[in-house]
């Protein structure tokens, strides 16, 4: 069972270009979540999505984030106008369907993408 | 808000020494999970604690969880090189929507 996979796994943009990152989940995952992690930070989250759903994007900034997981083919992470801010790590995660009180609901990480804006 | 904190965020030991990373966090979770993270590296998933009292061991890593504390703990035995990494603690919120509010992370350097 292939793991998390995320392309491209490094990414360089100038400065107002536009950025997107892939992730497949896990086979036979429904839920992916998006995290960031700034140099020598722990991993802050961006959002949550199910298949054609957003359930939560507390943690995405307000303007030029968006994400979407369609019904088909990979979450997608777009960044547009890009700052010298963005550059970070961007982790995806999935998990399997949610179950009873007591599953671990554990999330599998992908390798990341390293995202430099120049 | 949930907060996540964990101490020391740098440590540098011996090898054959043994330490204790914390980890607390500021409200109520029943879920709480240990990474390890290598450089330019994904996160390696080392436990998962899922209740009060529960204590989980590999090799020379032991982690446990006091929900009435908020505090989880992962001790170090004997250490090796081999355990050089930045470890970090998560916990997601309970009831909430499952997202991870990760610790700063401790980085570990086991010297020979």
């Known amino acids: 069972n292939a793991g998390v996979m995320q392309n491209p796994r490094h990414l360089v943009r100038r400065r107002g270009q536009e950025a997107r990152l892939r992730c497949s989940p896990m086979k036979g995952h429904s839920h992916v979540y998006w995290y960031r992690q700034l140099p020598e930070e722990g991993l802050k989250f961006m959002v949550y999505l199910q298949k054609e759903n957003i359930i939560d994007e507390s943690g995405m900034p307000k303007e030029r984030f968006s994400a979407e997981f369609p019904k088909e083919g990979p979450s997608i992470l777009r960044i547009q106008q890009v700052v010298r801010g963005d550059s970070a790590a961007y982790f995806c995660?999935?998990?399997?369907?949610?179950?009873?009180?007591?599953?671990?609901?554990?999330?599998?990480f992908g390798p990341g993408t390293r995202l430099t804006v120049t | 808000e949930l907060k996540v904190e964990q101490n020391p965020l740098f440590l540098s030991m011996q090898e054959g020494k043994n330490y204790t990373i914390y980890c607390n966090y500021s409200?109520?979770?029943?879920?709480l999970y240990w990474y390890r993270q290598d450089p330019g590296k994904s996160l390696e998933s080392l436990f998962v604690?899922?209740?009060?009292?529960a204590v989980k061991q590999e090799g020379r890593l032991m982690a446990s969880l006091d929900t009435k504390a908020r505090l989880s703990t992962l001790h170090i035995t004997a250490a090796v090189h081999d355990l050089s990494a930045t470890y970090f603690c998560?916990?997601?919120?309970?009831?909430?929507?499952?997202?991870?509010?990760f610790g700063k992370g401790t980085k570990l350097t086991v010297n020979p």
């Open positions: 998560a916990v997601d919120i309970k009831g909430g929507s499952e997202k991870l509010v």
């Open positions: 604690l899922l209740s009060n009292g």
């Open positions: 409200t109520t979770s029943d879920r």
């Open positions: 995660a999935s998990s399997p369907t949610a179950g009873k009180a007591g599953t671990t609901y554990e999330q599998y």
